[in-house]
């Protein structure tokens, strides 16, 4: 397993996706966020995609484009243990695992109090890969580096306040 992970974030506007999202599969999510200490982030994961669920718990390490990932599947008794220290830090959302211009993108459609926010990731093998991309036309501003669009940040505080909402 690779503990580190390499991604950058985009808003997106729904309007401007050049193809459908219905026709693509996609994974109800909800994540809850424990507290963390250290400058760690503590995910749980459930992960519905056609028949199967999984579980998941995550920590991950300071930073936005590079950081440290450590990911361990549970049992969904385990994750059922630990999700009331979630309390009401959570998010939930469908993600969408689109082949596009030779990478996968996730673009999640966010639910509940975040409902109509729109985000695009797109993880890579290495930091050079990662700094040459070109970003699609269709992407919206690139929210690598800004904290407020984390997912943790998102559950804790909702929509930062003045974000106007593509296509609301």
Known sequence: MNNVEIERKFL???E???????????????QGYISGYNNFTYRLRKSKQGGKTEYFQTIKGKGYKLRSEF????????FDKMWILCKDITISKHRYHVPYGG?????????GPVKGLY?????FDNEDD???YKPSYWFGPEVTYDSRFTNS????NG????YKMYGV
């Open 12 to 14: 997106i506007d729904p």
């Open 16 to 30: 401007k996706i050049p193809f459908k999202l219905e026709d693509y599969e996609y994974e109800d999510m909800i």
């Open 71 to 78: 990911e361990i599947n549970l049992s969904e008794k385990d």
């Open 103 to 111: 990478k996968i993108l996730y673009l999640d459609e966010y639910k």
């Open 119 to 123: 985000t695009l990731e797109i993880e």
């Open 130 to 132: 990662c700094d040459d």
């Open 153 to 156: 940040q998102l559950a804790k």
């Open 159 to 162: 929509l930062p306040k003045n």
